[in-house]
């Protein structure tokens, strides 16, 4: 998957970023680095020594023969900035029966029942839900509360061609981007991205 932009004279390879060499032909949703304050001027691009933002997505460092320890900070800044965009472009909602009235409740199940073809993450506690680039969360606990089983939603979910992730090389690619993340939910939509081989994941969501 791809999270980002690292334009540079040289190479730098980071796990989910793109490494160009200018800005031609690119997506401008995605957040773009540019790396060195003489290679920034190659490209025309007019930086300031008193602001690193070019715009709102674009970002400037120097490079690490012009500034080492300022190159290494913007860096993973950039990679924090990055990451956070993509977790913020994924709509979650946490299925929390407490906190829906009647109606919404009707209208929720109805919605639920229209829904096929999704992925399970189950890790004992949550479940998360991905179908239609939207993340849904149960807490068993709360659930089973109301008389509604792990095993009956389960059930229901499989029986309209809802996926258990598979413990495959996918999933545990995903178990440890989630890690970076630090966030679990985002795992059945990153195996999602995986299996479809959808490298642009910034973007292409919809609300």
Do not use: A
Request: with cysteine; net charge positive; proline share 2%.
């Amino acid at each position: 998957m791809k999270i980002g932009y690292i334009i540079s004279e040289t190479t730098i390879d980071l796990k989910n970023f793109e490494n160009l060499k200018s800005l031609d032909n690119i997506n401008d949703d995605l957040p773009k680095l540019i790396v060195g304050r003489e290679y920034s001027k190659k490209l025309n691009i007019k930086t300031s020594l008193l602001n690193k933002i070019i715009n709102k997505n674009t970002f400037w460092t120097f490079s690490q023969d012009e500034k080492k320890s300022e190159y290494k900070d913007d860096i993973e800044s950039f990679k924090n900035l990055c990451y956070q965009t993509f977790m913020k472009s994924i709509p979650y909602f946490n299925l929390d029966p407490f906190s829906l009235n009647y109606s919404q409740t009707k209208r929720l199940i109805l919605k639920v029942k229209e829904l096929k073809n999704g992925l399970i993450y189950d890790d004992g506690k949550m479940c998360y839900i991905y179908f239609n680039k939207v993340i849904f969360g149960i807490h068993w606990e709360t659930f089973e509360y109301i008389g509604l089983s792990r095993d009956k939603i389960i059930k229901y979910l499989k029986t309209n061609n809802f996926t258990i992730l598979p413990k495959n090389e996918i999933f545990n690619e995903c178990m440890e981007e989630s890690k970076i993340l630090n966030d679990k939910k985002i795992i059945p939509y990153l195996y999602y991205l995986k299996e479809n081989d959808e490298k642009n994941i910034v973007g292409d969501v919809c609300y």
